[in-house]
């Protein structure tokens, strides 16, 4: 008798605690379910404008994004941001594209530059607030370090530092042209570097002269006008050499 009742107790225990496990599987599926979302999936027409803009010659858009109004945001609103713009930008790329493939004027190119010009706001921004935390916890601005180097034609130029595999010590193949047997004191260097010298000093000395026959022709033209606004504009040009010049002397006795 015993044995039949503890039996009839096991089976019906082993029945609840099937049904409870099959009722709380049940309520999970349910509530999984209320909760589940499908992911937006949008086709290539996202990297194409809006189909009402398409026969429009002047689409009327704003300014770009001021260096002032990105440093009251959050980092998580210039993230959000930075890929709106990026977004547009490509849109704006294919669209430009088809109107070339297309012979068409492409509405509005300057949209490129002010999507450009914000997105370069955004990232001088981040820059900045970069530099500011890690010179607050390390005393470090946290750029990649810039050296003051010469390079192999013997001009002055600004090198970003790079992790390399290999020490520049150990790299025979950068050691020994570049160290030993110095290309920057060979004589095609030294033949570049007085050829190009003579170069920018033409260079000079023609925008000098050019500046000075303007200024005699201006003398020539208006006796009368303000030489400080004269020797403002042209603050290189000698102007008591431009008056005695026989170039700057009209039709007429001068006054000085």
């Known amino acids: 008798m015993s044995f039949s009742l503890l039996r009839i107790i096991g089976r019906s225990t082993v029945t609840a605690c099937t049904h409870l496990k099959n009722n709380t599987a049940s309520l999970g599926v349910i509530f999984n379910s209320k909760i589940h979302t499908t992911g937006v999936r949008n086709d290539l027409m996202e990297f194409f404008d809006i189909k009402k803009n398409w026969n429009e010659t002047d689409i009327k858009v ?148 050019r500046d000075f026959n303007h200024v005699q022709q201006l003398l020539k033209r208006f006796p009368n006008m303000d030489m400080d606004a004269l020797k403002a504009a042209y603050p290189d040009v000698d102007l008591e050499k431009a008056k005695q010049s026989k170039k700057s002397r009209g039709h007429y006795v001068p006054k000085y």
């Open 62 to 209: 704003g300014r770009a994004w001021k260096l002032d109004e990105l440093r009251i945001k959050s980092n998580a609103d210039l993230h959000m941001l930075w890929y709106v713009l990026l977004k547009e930008r490509n849109m704006l790329y294919t669209m430009e594209h088809e109107c070339n493939v297309n012979v068409r004027l492409f509405p509005n190119p300057e949209r490129i530059d002010k999507v450009q010009e914000s997105m370069n706001n955004i990232e001088t921004v981040v820059r900045e607030r970069n530099v500011a935390y890690y010179q607050l916890e390390t005393g470090e601005t946290g750029e990649q370090p810039v050296d003051d180097v010469i390079n192999m034609f013997g001009l002055p130029e600004k090198y970003h530092r790079k992790e390399y595999h290999l020490p520049s010590f150990m790299n025979t193949r950068w050691v020994r042209p570049y160290l030993e047997h110095g290309y920057i004191n060979s004589v095609s260097v030294k033949k570049f570097l007085r050829l190009y010298k003579e170069k920018l000093y033409n260079t000079k000395r023609k925008a000098k002269n």
